[in-house]
């Protein structure tokens, strides 16, 4: 049985997400709830090394909820990669007598979490922050509603002036290796195509169904591309390559980047956010250590943070089904 836990720590690593303010929010009101310490950790791994901390209370999380970004900054820290890095954040660790760590981020942010746990035996939880969706053990990371609401808001704008001008627009968004915003943003803006790295839909396919739609009478089209998708590998390229095909077609591109990242956390995200953000605080008072906390089924569940990287968080085929029919 390990140490009680008195003081907690809670820093937000990698890429940001909206909602990771909730989270920390959250977090340090159900510390103060069962009387507990709470400190920050400013720029995530990066700010361990540094000792670069805040103490949190009640009233230092006030009007957060609703703000994007992190109060605590982020970064991805190249110093925490080497044993050298860890020694010092653990030194630091140590003499801010911090118990627990509260982890927020995604797999770079678990894996850290997981690395430190093992050469030095500080209990960590982690709570799944990014906009990607593309972990394990959750239905849902937060920030990802809120970028699908960004990303169907843009699209619908793009749609306007895509049927103004009888255009066929290439837009990509982000998910790293993941297709899961381009899946659900593409259905929920009515998206002609959907290219994801989960299905290689292969070139032909994409010519082919193109084609269909010009017979079918379409005047413009919206094909929504996962960055980390292989045939929409460079967006601009896949676009040439469509042109030499359908020289008549008015083709544009946009890729959409960072504002996916960012703008007020949606109340799916707040909610979400909340509720892991006391279920990781609970999951350490009960001496849990590397888990992550998610959402199975609308209930609170935990998995090792050695799952939630690992394993495939499937893409679910039911979704894909709904795209092509959709699309007729
Ligand atoms: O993981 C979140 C994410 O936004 C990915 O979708 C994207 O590939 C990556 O981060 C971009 O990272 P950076 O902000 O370092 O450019």
Redesign the pocket.
């Known amino acids: 049985m390990g140490k009680k836990i008195k003081k907690i720590g809670v820093m937000t690593s990698?890429?940001d997400a909206p909602g990771m303010n909730a989270a920390i929010r959250a977090v340090v009101r159900t510390c103060a709830y069962y009387n507990i310490e709470c400190v920050g950790i400013y720029r995530g791994y990066q700010g361990m090394i540094d000792a670069d901390f805040v103490k949190l209370d009640a009233r230092s999380v006030n009007n957060i909820i609703n703000r994007g970004g992190t109060i605590l900054k982020s970064s991805?820290s190249a110093e925490f990669k080497t044993k050298e890095g860890r020694a010092k954040a653990y030194e630091n660790i140590k003499n801010a007598e911090i118990d627990g760590l509260i982890l927020i981020g995604?797999d770079g942010t678990f894996t850290g979490g997981m690395v430190f746990y093992n050469e030095f035996k500080v209990p960590c939880i982690g709570i799944p922050g990014?906009?990607?969706n593309d972990i394990f053990g959750t239905n849902y990371t937060i920030g990802y509603d809120t970028a699908l609401n960004t990303v169907v808001e843009v699209i619908d704008k793009i749609r306007d002036t895509a049927s103004s001008h009888n255009r066929l627009f290439f837009i990509e968004v982000?998910?790293?290796d993941a297709g899961f915003i381009a899946l659900n943003s593409g259905i929920g803006a009515g998206a002609e195509e959907i290219l994801i790295p989960e299905k290689n839909l292969g070139l032909e396919r994409l010519v082919d169904s193109l084609k269909k739609s010009k017979d079918k009478g379409k005047t413009s089209s919206i094909v929504v591309v996962s960055?980390g998708d292989k045939i929409g590998k460079n967006v601009f390229e896949l676009a040439d390559y469509i042109n030499d095909n359908f020289p008549h077609y008015d083709i544009r591109v946009s890729v959409l980047g960072?504002m996916?990242?960012g703008g007020s956390p949606s109340c799916f995200d707040r909610v979400l956010a909340s509720r892991l953000g006391v279920a990781a605080v609970e999951a350490l008072l009960d001496r849990s250590t590397g888990v992550m906390v998610g959402i199975t089924n609308n209930e609170v569940s935990t998995v090792g943070l050695n799952k939630a990287i690992k394993m495939n968080h499937d893409i679910n085929e039911e979704l894909l089904k709904v795209a092509e029919i959709t699309s007729v």
């Open positions: 990698g890429g991805r995604g990014t906009i990607d982000m998910g790293r960055e960072h996916q990242r």
